[in-house]
């Protein structure tokens, strides 16, 4: 099957996520952690193939580079139309990193205009006159205010992506969403003779999603959330330019301890660890006494426990808690200490016979998918939307492993994640 699109992730949660929508389809979804170092045969690429890269938080031009890695190695790969995931949280800072990778893809694709579409209705995620509610409250009132590394202060995406971009910035409302698929076109054809390329466009369910896909479906280039992308597969089987297999993948069946380890310090993942931690033996981890005194003990204690029992190891703290620590180490260092210390542990988690890993947080994904050498990923049942349960080979011996954004899944998120794998 030829490759129909070539998906660039700018972390390995949001990568994980958009895989899960896009498997929803019945296509073929391949996931590579990091940009793969090598060339693969025409035959062994997948209908939508996706690259989680770590650059969110990067410097500007680190994560532009690495995205400009990412995108060689799609066209190399038979790409010719792409997508750029970002959280439906529209995580960055005023200098990016959402803007300036994609301008860079614009240029290097020859994109005209593009699209930015965050919103996820099924998640809460929805857009409207340009401004971003997470649930019913703005971004700028929700507790997305406080995120530790990309603190959201302002709901209006129009004046969060400006400063990002060289070229004007434009709106595609609700009222002009609601008229379909042509008006939609037919707006985006008329910003653009004003010289407007970077469009937001607002959604705030699923309807409006396959309005916006329709009307952009032909695009070179397309940015946002999961969800918009979900709505793409559809399109390429009306199309004719796939069609469904009738050989689903065969995932493994995984045996083995399992474990939770969280870095999020979101306001969910604090509900759902304040949850599991009734419930299994856990351990809560300092950032300021692992910068004194590294991993050890948490080691130690992970050793003394039984390698068939559940459990849990965590980083996740209230806001202040987090203020404190970052103004005691740096807010690099104080987040660097704990993303080494929980790589550390999955490592001998990993050693001590776990098998089946439950990873809170897309910086610390990110760290333990990469200090595990995994590379690849197969995409299986999704525990909630958005964040499905993944298959990985790990010094030849199979894992499960799901990587969960902070904000994602419901208050038992964690029992409910090993109870779907069994049932898988």
Same mark, same amino acid.
């Given at each position: 099957m030829a490759l129909l699109l070539g998906c660039i992730a700018d972390d390995f949660t949001g990568a994980t996520d958009l895989a899960a929508l896009l498997a929803r389809s019945g296509l073929p979804v391949s996931l590579r952690i990091g940009i793969p170092q090598e060339k693969r045969d025409r035959s062994e690429i997948a209908a939508f193939e996706?690259?989680?890269? /770590?650059? @969110?938080?990067?410097?500007?031009?680190? %994560?532009?580079?690495?995205?400009?890695?990412?995108?060689?190695?799609? @066209?190399?790969?038979?790409?010719? @139309?792409?997508?750029?995931? *970002?959280?439906?949280?529209?995580?960055?800072?005023?200098?990016?990193?959402?803007? &300036?990778?994609?301008?860079?893809?614009?240029?290097?694709?020859?994109?005209?205009?593009?699209? *930015?579409? &965050? =919103?996820?209705?099924?998640?809460?995620?929805?857009?409207?006159?340009?401004?971003?509610?997470?649930?019913e409250q703005l971004l700028s009132e929700s507790p997305m205010k406080d995120h530790p590394l990309t603190p959201m202060r302002d709901s209006s995406l129009v004046r969060l992506l400006t400063p990002q971009v060289a070229s004007a910035v434009g709106l595609a409302n609700r009222n002009?969403?609601?008229?379909? %698929? =042509?008006?939609? /076109?037919?707006?985006?054809?008329?910003?653009? +003779?004003?010289?407007?390329?970077?469009?937001?466009?607002?959604?705030?369910?699923?309807?409006?999603?396959?309005?916006?896909? %329709?009307?952009?479906?032909?695009?070179?280039?397309?940015?946002? +959330?999961?969800?918009? %992308?979900?709505?793409?597969?559809?399109? *390429?089987?009306?199309?004719?330019?796939?069609?469904?297999?009738?050989? @689903?993948?065969?995932?493994?069946?995984?045996?083995?301890?399992?474990?939770?380890?969280? +870095?999020?310090?979101?306001?969910?993942?604090?509900?759902?660890?304040?949850?599991?931690?009734? /419930?299994?033996?856990?351990?809560?981890?300092? &950032?300021?006494?692992?910068?004194?005194?590294?991993?050890?003990?948490?080691?130690?204690?992970?050793?003394?426990?039984?390698?068939?029992?559940?459990?849990?190891? *965590?980083?996740?703290?209230? &806001?202040?808690?987090? #203020? #404190?620590?970052q103004e005691r180490l740096g807010r690099d260092k104080a987040g660097h200490v704990v993303e080494d210390a929980l790589s550390e542990i999955a490592h001998e988690a990993f050693d001590c016979g776990t098998r089946r890993f439950v990873v809170a947080g897309g910086e610390t994904s990110g760290a333990i998918t990469q200090a595990l050498g995994i590379t690849h990923l197969a995409i299986g049942p999704e525990i909630a939307p958005g964040v499905p349960w993944t298959f990985a080979a790990v010094d030849r011996r199979q894992i499960a492993l799901a990587l969960k954004s902070g904000n994602f899944g419901g208050e038992d998120f964690f029992t409910d994640a090993f109870d779907r794998l069994e049932t898988a």
């Amino acid at each position: 099957m030829a490759l129909l699109l070539g998906c660039i992730a700018d972390d390995f949660t949001g990568a994980t996520d958009l895989a899960a929508l896009l498997a929803r389809s019945g296509l073929p979804v391949s996931l590579r952690i990091g940009i793969p170092q090598e060339k693969r045969d025409r035959s062994e690429i997948a209908a939508f193939e996706v690259i989680a890269l /770590k650059c @969110r938080t990067s410097p500007v031009d680190v %994560a532009v580079k690495q995205a400009h890695r990412a995108l060689a190695w799609l @066209r190399e790969a038979g790409a010719s @139309r792409f997508f750029w995931k *970002y959280c439906s949280t529209f995580d960055s800072t005023a200098e990016g990193n959402i803007g &300036p990778i994609a301008e860079m893809l614009m240029a290097e694709t020859g994109a005209a205009q593009t699209i *930015y579409c &965050p =919103a996820f209705p099924e998640n809460g995620r929805s857009v409207f006159m340009g401004h971003l509610f997470v649930g019913e409250q703005l971004l700028s009132e929700s507790p997305m205010k406080d995120h530790p590394l990309t603190p959201m202060r302002d709901s209006s995406l129009v004046r969060l992506l400006t400063p990002q971009v060289a070229s004007a910035v434009g709106l595609a409302n609700r009222n002009v969403v609601s008229k379909g %698929a =042509a008006a939609l /076109k037919t707006h985006l054809e008329q910003l653009h +003779g004003d010289d407007i390329r970077h469009v937001i466009v607002d959604a705030v369910c699923d309807d409006d999603l396959r309005t916006i896909a %329709a009307a952009s479906f032909n695009m070179m280039l397309l940015t946002g +959330g999961s969800a918009i %992308a979900g709505q793409l597969p559809q399109f *390429y089987i009306e199309q004719g330019l796939a069609s469904l297999s009738e050989h @689903r993948q065969a995932l493994p069946k995984v045996a083995g301890g399992s474990i939770v380890l969280s +870095g999020s310090c979101s306001a969910m993942t604090r509900r759902q660890v304040a949850r599991y931690t009734g /419930k299994v033996a856990s351990l809560r981890l300092d &950032p300021i006494v692992l910068a004194q005194e590294g991993a050890g003990a948490a080691l130690e204690w992970l050793r003394q426990q039984s390698p068939d029992a559940p459990k849990l190891i *965590y980083a996740t703290a209230e &806001p202040d808690e987090v #203020r #404190r620590a970052q103004e005691r180490l740096g807010r690099d260092k104080a987040g660097h200490v704990v993303e080494d210390a929980l790589s550390e542990i999955a490592h001998e988690a990993f050693d001590c016979g776990t098998r089946r890993f439950v990873v809170a947080g897309g910086e610390t994904s990110g760290a333990i998918t990469q200090a595990l050498g995994i590379t690849h990923l197969a995409i299986g049942p999704e525990i909630a939307p958005g964040v499905p349960w993944t298959f990985a080979a790990v010094d030849r011996r199979q894992i499960a492993l799901a990587l969960k954004s902070g904000n994602f899944g419901g208050e038992d998120f964690f029992t409910d994640a090993f109870d779907r794998l069994e049932t898988a």
